[in-house]
């Protein structure tokens, strides 16, 4: 047997949606004939916009003649989508970016397990708590998080968002080299205003960590005090790196295409440097064909369209939430974030809410625990699905508690 990484080699299992997909299996094979709905989908419906398809067969067409065709692009991606980011996604917001601050890859999931690798082995993370699972499984196969026990890693520092602080995480209380922050939030559906944003850039800039910002759901925000990015922040360019993606903003979790802001900034352009170093030797970036695809989001009618599937989404929220508002349920989320976030009635544990609602209702979502310790007691259902399935089973939903 060689030598194995026996971080990864013990790595708990993802049991949490293997569990949910049992759970649900069982239900239907003992109730053949009945429908479930699932408002657990994670992942969006809605098809690409024709502007964003077009582009990506133009080029891809483009690539068959001998002046179109490309070989290997640039490392960072090509600049007329480096350019189109700067200018679309943060010009508006009142941040000026240099092209060589943006790094196009193909997903944020890609970059945020890999922004661990600009740390020493011995640097310590902190994470919210319930989180984005990656965060966490990248520093562990990295052997950076310690022993496992209780759900919880002993090397990393967890900050609790519960009903209690509004969702919104405590401030790290022992020294971190870096914070994961994702806002608006996977799977809380909570967003921060800037004033509560600030003080995370604040504490990293006063105790020298990093802040690694996951905006991933950036385009669902419509309040006017939430950020769109760190970068709205004062001194964020000296503290923080951001990952941002095309997958909710535009439909593009097939298609494949995300992007790292690492402003030169940061430590004098040491972080540009290394990820610039870490990129040119792990990977000879993303496609021609999908960065076309890209920039054609921006485009009038791409804006339009993805406008208009981002609205669709947050109509489901909406209808969610109300509904459940009625029904004396408390929840969170739904507004800047395509998640709602249920606190479970009468103390039931996440798992309990699931099978009741799985049972008495025939609709599934997320147990709460299955992102840590924290979300026990809670519940996400998410707006993926469509408006005539979210409807029905919202009317489902209220059927079983009447
Ligand atoms: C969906 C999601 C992403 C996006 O990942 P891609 O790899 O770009 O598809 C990133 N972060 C969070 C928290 C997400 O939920």
Redesign the pocket.
Known sequence: MPALNPHLASMPSGYLFQEVAARIHAYEKSHPGREIISLGI?DVTRPLPGVVTRALADAALEMSTPEGFRGYGPEQGYEFLRAAICKHLYEPRGVTLGVDEVYIS?????D?SALQELLAPEARVAVTDPV?P?YVDSNVMAGRAGQYKDGLWSQIEYLPCVRENGFVPPLPRHYVDALYL?FPN?PTGVALPLRELQRYVDWARQNGALIFY?A??SAFITSSEVPRSIYECEGARECAIE?G????LAG??GV?C?YTVVPRSLYGGALGKMWRRRLAAKSNGVSYPVQRAAEAVFTPEGSRAWRDNVEYYLNNARAIRNALRKLGLQTYGGVDAPYVWVVTPEGMSGWQFFDFLLERAQVAGTPGEGFGPSGSGYFRLTAFNTAEKTEEAIWRICAAFA
């Open positions: 994670g193909d997903g944020a999931k890609t945020t984005y990656v994702c996977n996951d991933a759901y990952c993606s095309f997958s909710k593009f979790t494949r995300g």
